[in-house]
């Protein structure tokens, strides 16, 4: 395995036109999204004599409470039709809370499903679209389940921990193009007017060629995450409630949560990174009760024709915190945040039209997608966007630096433990940059 680009693939790399590169790839699913995002007209209908979408939710926590409820707001006719999660107790609690929703609730016993193979049970229940809000290593097999039964799909991000998942959800995200069926991530970014406006001009050429890039998401330490450990719960129980801090089933916070900047990085150049060299650790969270991710990293990407892009993600109290993306192009720059987007430089420009969050925004894109039987896919791009996070992760863990086509095809790395049974399951050891392997 290479450690760098040598000069010569440096310049060979620079001898073609970044924007006629994006104006084959991303522009081009940019434009897409900007032009389905903002009505929801009813221009056809779903099923012969019906606008009726009736939804399935796989993933009983905070998010998938939120996404069901987002999914409902997003659009007349939608109703929450089927449950599935875990943990029993888990479940009545969002259904609890979804009960606010009226209509649109047709929830009943018998369609509420409880264990390992829930999401079996819903997945086979009369549903037309299915929510997958469970933690992120359960998303690949979810995904395929729902993709080979002809579901429409929204699922939360990251969609995978390790490259064997994001392998598996492109293989799904292929097979949904073929049967014609909608994926739509919870990458909010890419359904939000101030990021569709700036990545507009950054595609149509307004700061001229990118040659840099920052991407941040540095917060607090999240001490408390989760509810509070139990003497009666089983090691992988415990993993499970508390999958936050544990690797395998959330991938560390580069992945579970800086996977948003990263996309928008990867939307903006239009392509993934080729390599990288991270670095990271663990300074806050000491105990055993926070598992074994990092609480920082420190992450080098680079591109196509040697552009450099500098991630930093850290959870760590006290610390500035500091949530966005800035690209540097030959014209000017932009800096872009969940309620910001402007451009400084030739052609400067700064969003000033509705704060509308991206959150339902992403269910309306999708529903109105379905509708209009043109169903948006957008598996491939955060299949992507996952494996540039967890190819981070592996740099830092590792201390190696590595390339992106040896990530994506030889890595043998898979997460999943041998089976999913309550009961015992050793904590991996904390990873030592320099001592622990890659694999």
């Not at 926590?61 to 409820?69: L, V």
């Not at 999240?222 to 509070?228: F, T």
Request: with cysteine; glycine share 10%; aromatic share 8%.
């Amino acid at each position: 395995m290479e450690k760098g680009t040598t000069d010569a693939n440096r310049k060979q790399g620079r001898q073609f036109s970044r924007r006629d590169f994006v104006k084959v790839s991303a522009a081009a699913a940019s434009l897409s999204a900007l032009a389905s995002c903002r009505t929801l007209e009813k221009t056809s209908v779903f099923a012969p004599g019906t606008d009726r979408l009736r939804v399935g939710l796989i993933g009983c926590g905070g998010r998938g409470t939120g996404a069901a409820n987002n999914c409902a707001a997003a659009a007349e006719g939608v109703e929450i039709a089927a449950m599935a999660d875990l943990f029993q107790d888990r479940l009545d609690s969002s259904r609890k809370q979804l009960e606010g929703l009226g209509k649109k609730c047709t929830v009943t016993d018998r369609s509420c499903f409880v264990g390992f193979d829930a999401y079996k049970g819903v997945i086979a229940s009369n549903v037309d679209t299915v929510i997958l809000a469970t933690p992120p290593v359960f998303r690949p097999i979810h995904l395929k389940a729902a993709i080979e039964a002809g579901k429409h799909v929204f699922m939360e991000k990251p969609v995978a921990v390790d490259p064997a998942g994001v392998r598996s959800v492109i293989a799904s995200s292929d097979l949904a193009r073929s049967k014609g069926l909608g994926i739509v991530a919870g990458t909010q970014r890419r359904h939000q007017a101030p990021y569709l406006e700036v990545m507009k001009r950054i595609h149509n050429g307004d700061i001229g060629e990118i040659v840099a890039a920052q991407c941040y998401w540095n917060g607090g330490a999240m001490l408390n995450w989760g509810p509070r450990d139990n003497p009666e719960w089983n090691e992988l129980e415990r993993q499970c409630r508390r999958w936050y801090f544990y690797c395998w089933i959330c991938g560390d916070h580069i992945v579970e949560q800086h996977v948003h900047n990263l996309d928008i990085i990867n939307w903006a150049i239009g392509s993934h990174p080729v390599q990288c060299l991270g670095m990271g650790g663990r300074e806050v969270r000491t105990g055993p009760e926070y598992g074994n991710i990092f609480d920082h990293f420190a992450v080098e990407y680079e591109y196509p024709g040697g552009v450099r892009v500098m991630s930093m993600s850290s959870q760590i109290n006290g610390t500035t915190e500091r949530v966005g993306e800035r690209v540097v192009g030959t014209k000017g720059s932009t800096y872009t945040t969940r309620s910001l987007g402007y451009i400084e430089g030739q052609n400067p420009y700064k969003y000033d039209g509705p704060r509308v969050g991206g959150m339902v925004e992403e269910h309306a894109d999708l529903i109105k997608s379905i509708r209009d039987a043109r169903p948006i896919n957008e598996g491939q791009h955060v299949a992507e966007s996952t494996l540039t996070a967890i190819m981070g992760r592996i740099s830092a863990y590792t201390g190696r630096a590595l390339k992106w086509d040896w990530v994506m095809n030889a890595s043998a790395l898979d997460l999943r433990p041998a089976e999913y049974k309550m009961g015992d399951l050793a904590v991996r050891p904390v990873p030592v940059p320099g001592k622990t392997q890659l694999i």
